[in-house]
């Protein structure tokens, strides 16, 4: 059974631009779910999709989007790029929607100089 | 106060000993607690959850909860090298279960 897929792992990217990173969960799941892993903030919550409606969000700027599409991958846009928008994005996926924990991907790292 | 604390490390215990990983959470209405592993450089792997007051136990891994001191924590018996990583706890907020709030980690390092 494949795990959770997420495509690019390495991205090089410069002040101002976007960036889209995807992903494909665990087939049958539903949940998915985006965190941002940084040295200094840990393990954020980006936010969470559920049949392609945002069920929740965390606390970061607008310039963080995402959406699911009907076949439950999944894709996140930052725009306008920081420097400290650097970091390991992880998705994660979930069956039940989360009450049995999530299945995390490997992660796309997003380097912004 | 952070929602979830736990000690950053690192945590040095000798290979075979018990090591012991404690977190706690500030949110009463947290539902669903979980123990990850992180190796260096790969991404979170979940070992252990927990829903109910109490213990539960898996292999070598146990996982303790107490909802009235709001404290989780993890066991991990006959500890081996092969278990230095990072152990992140991570909690369910009151919002519902589609929400990890997780903890800064803590570091093992388990030495022959």
């Known amino acids: 059974k494949a795990g959770v897929t997420q495509t690019p792992r390495y991205l090089i990217k410069t002040r101002g631009q976007q960036v889209t990173l995807s992903c494909s969960p665990i087939?049958?799941?539903?949940?998915v779910s985006w965190y941002q892993q940084t040295p200094g903030q840990g393990l954020q919550f980006l936010f969470e999709y559920f049949s392609e409606t945002q069920r929740n969000k965390g606390n970061f700027p607008g310039r963080f989007s995402g959406r699911q599409f009907s076949n439950s991958r999944s894709e996140m846009n930052v725009s306008t790029l920081e420097l400290g928008d650097s970091a390991l994005y992880l998705c994660?996926?979930?069956?039940?929607?989360?009450?049995?924990?999530?299945?995390f991907g490997s992660g796309t790292r997003l380097t912004v100089v | 106060q952070k929602e979830v604390e736990q000690n950053s490390g690192p945590l040095s215990v000798p290979e075979g000993a018990i090591a012991s990983l404690n977190c706690t959470y500030s949110?009463?209405?947290?539902?669903?607690f979980f123990w990850y592993r992180q190796y260096s450089g790969k991404s979170p792997e979940l070992i252990m959850s927990?829903?109910?007051?109490g213990d539960k136990e898996d292999g070598r891994f146990t996982a303790q909860l107490n909802k009235a001191s709001q404290y989780v924590s993890l066991l991990i018996r006959d500890s081996q090298p092969s278990d230095s990583a990072t152990y992140l706890c991570a909690v369910t907020g009151s919002g519902g279960y589609n929400k990890l709030i997780f903890g800064a980690g803590t570091r093992l390092a388990v030495h022959p």
């Open positions: 087939s049958g799941h539903r949940s």
């Open positions: 949110d009463r209405g947290s539902q669903s």
């Open positions: 994660a996926s979930s069956l039940l929607g989360g009450e049995e924990g999530y299945t």
């Open positions: 927990i829903y109910s007051n």
